[in-house]
T-cell receptor, first 114, second 108 residues
Framework: GAVVSQHPSWVICKSGTSVKIECRSL??????MFWYRQFPKQSLMLMAT?????????EQGVEKDKFLINHASLTLSTLTVTSAHPEDSSFYIC??????????FGDGTRLSIL | GEDVEQSLFLSVREGDSSVINCTYT??????LYWYKQEPGAGLQLLTY?????DMKQDQRLTVLLNKKDKHLSLRIADTQTGDSAIYFC????????FGTGTRLKVLA
């Protein structure tokens, strides 16, 4: 079945660092990928829609200069958390829909900023 | 509105049936989904139902949809300890809207 791979699964870094998270569709092409954020014991909140070859579409309240999204190929989208601070610590999940199928989700990236 | 509500917690004994409920607000939803999330992991698609259906069965899983009441349920038959997880319903309009999540705890 369709697989979405996320990397890394867990990252711990110091405040002020920029962190890049990758989302790959392993056996299908995805012109659109989605990035979500999940706080502990809460639901997923859509942050942005990543569009291959064009700018990402951000949800209201999400800072696009803080969360940089690049969708450079049909199988890879990246989310870069720039100058991360402790309040950016969260679980970040990406998803992509294979053609004609529901969203498939990555395993998530736990980001911890010290 | 975009609120999708679920009860927060459900506990059942192994072998019993579990029923997880979800209410949504957008009647234009085309598909409704159930996802399972285990600790520290992403979301696993369990099943989904098209909005013009009222029931779908897939092995131990039964989805019921009451479109008039905007109510969706997931029944897990013969619940096992491995079913312990958080379950999210989601509706699809122009984007996914996730429910608040129901934590299912299965007691041995």
């Amino acid at each position: 079945g369709a697989v979405v791979s996320q990397h890394p699964s867990w990252v711990i870094c110091k405040s002020g660092t920029s962190v890049k998270i990758e989302c790959r569709s392993l056996d299908f092409q995805a012109t659109t990928m989605f990035w979500y954020r999940q706080f502990p014991k809460q639901s997923l909140m859509l942050m942005a829609t990543s569009n291959e070859g064009s700018k990402a579409t951000y949800e209201q309240g999400v800072e696009k200069d803080k969360f940089l999204i690049n969708h450079a190929s049909l199988t890879l989208s990246t989310l870069t958390v720039t100058s991360a601070h402790p309040e950016d610590s969260s679980f970040y999940i990406c998803s992509a829909p294979p053609e004609g199928q529901p969203q498939h989700f990555g395993d998530g990236t736990r980001l911890s900023i010290l | 509105g975009e609120d999708v509500e679920q009860s927060l917690f459900l506990s059942v004994r192994e072998g019993d049936s579990s029923v997880i409920n979800c209410t949504y607000t957008d009647s234009s939803s085309t598909y409704l989904y159930w996802y399972k999330q285990e600790p520290g992991a992403g979301l696993q698609l369990l099943t989904y139902i098209f909005s013009n259906m009222d029931m779908k069965q897939d092995q131990r899983l039964t989805v019921l949809l009451n479109k008039k009441d905007k109510h969706l349920s997931l029944r897990i038959a013969d619940t096992q300890t491995g079913d312990s997880a958080i379950y999210f319903c989601a509706e699809m309009t122009y984007k996914y809207i996730f429910g608040t999540g129901t934590r299912l705890k299965v007691l041995a």
